[in-house]
């Protein structure tokens, strides 16, 4: 199976079995990410990330998403713009980099891996409209998710513009 990541929103009927934990002061996204990924990991949400050689990292919402989330808009950014962007995963046990290229149709992804488990194959091509389309999707289904399981920050950016406007917010060329 080629790279892919996918968020699986929570059931409709989840509950979260704590009440909503008030917001720091000056929380900025990388806060806001991990707030939303501790609410999400509440739930039956899942991620699944996963290629090179492996179908599923196994991946857990509350730590290892956050790492992945963290990195979401650098990803959309530097994908739109055509750039290269470097993506690290750092959770203990996957350390990993992904290197992402813009080779006009395709998008090519490199793993480096910091441990003892090799990617294989190291590179793998995914055609552009649908890494776009993965990104679409992810962003979308996070930001609706956080309606219900992380409402105060559900509105922050670029959460709300992920759900409001997504084609705009992650444009296909």
Do not use: H
């Amino acid at each position: 199976m080629a790279f892919y990541f996918k968020f699986v929103k929570p059931s409709a009927g989840t509950v979260i079995s704590s009440p909503a934990d008030p917001l720091e002061e000056g929380g900025g996204y990388e806060y806001f990410v991990m707030y939303a990924c501790d609410r999400l990991a509440r739930t039956d949400c899942r991620f699944r990330i996963g290629g090179f050689g492996l179908d599923d990292w196994g991946f857990d919402v509350a730590y290892d998403m956050s790492s992945f989330m963290e990195e979401l808009p650098s990803l959309i950014e530097g994908v739109c713009a055509r750039q290269d962007v470097d993506l690290f995963l750092y959770p203990q046990g996957v350390e990993r980099t992904l290197f992402f290229s813009d080779e006009g149709s395709v998008i090519s992804i490199r793993c480096e891996s910091d441990t003892k488990w090799k990617p294989f194959p190291s590179v793998e091509k995914v055609p552009r409209r649908e890494f776009i389309a993965m990104l679409r999707n992810f962003a979308r289904d996070f930001s609706e998710s956080l309606l219900s399981a992380a409402p105060l920050v559900a509105d922050q950016p670029p959460f709300g513009q992920w759900r409001n406007a997504v084609e705009s917010a992650i444009p296909a060329d």
